[in-house]
Nanobody
Framework: QAQLVESGGGLVQAGGSLRLSCAAS????????MSWYRQAPGAQRELVAT???????QYAAFAKGRFTISRDNAKKTVHLRMNSLESEDTAVYYC?????????????WGRGTQVTVSS
């Protein structure tokens, strides 16, 4: 059973930093595109950043220059370093693994970790 487990969330003051981690198990981690999404109260889930299996990176506009996504294929982990946090970054952050194999889409989600930024 594939599993993604996030950690590293918490309460931080505006301007502070957090590093989120996502540990994967029971998947061939290196072939998956790994992403972080977030969902604020009353809002839709939105993409924060993706680190593709070919090492290319994509960031949402709000994340560019402040957030950094990284992965360790040997440890099957993906991280999201968040700097200069703002109250608008308050959300539940979710880890996602996705890939296409033989015409089939494979997608896995973690349960999320809460990030609260106090102003």
């Amino acid at each position: 059973q594939a599993q993604l487990v996030e950690s590293g969330g918490g309460l931080v003051q505006a301007g502070g930093s957090l590093r989120l981690s996502c540990a994967a198990s029971e998947i061939s981690f290196s072939i998956f595109d790994m992403s972080w999404y977030r969902q604020a109260p009353g809002a839709q889930r939105e993409l924060v950043a993706t680190l593709f299996s070919d090492s290319t990176v994509q960031y949402a506009a709000f994340a560019k220059g402040r957030f950094t996504i990284s992965r360790d294929n040997a440890k099957k982990t993906v991280h999201l370093r968040m700097n200069s946090l703002e109250s608008e970054d308050t959300a539940v952050y979710y880890c996602h693994a996705g890939t296409m194999r033989f015409g089939h889409s494979m997608n896995y989600w973690g349960r999320g970790t809460q990030v609260t930024v106090s102003s």
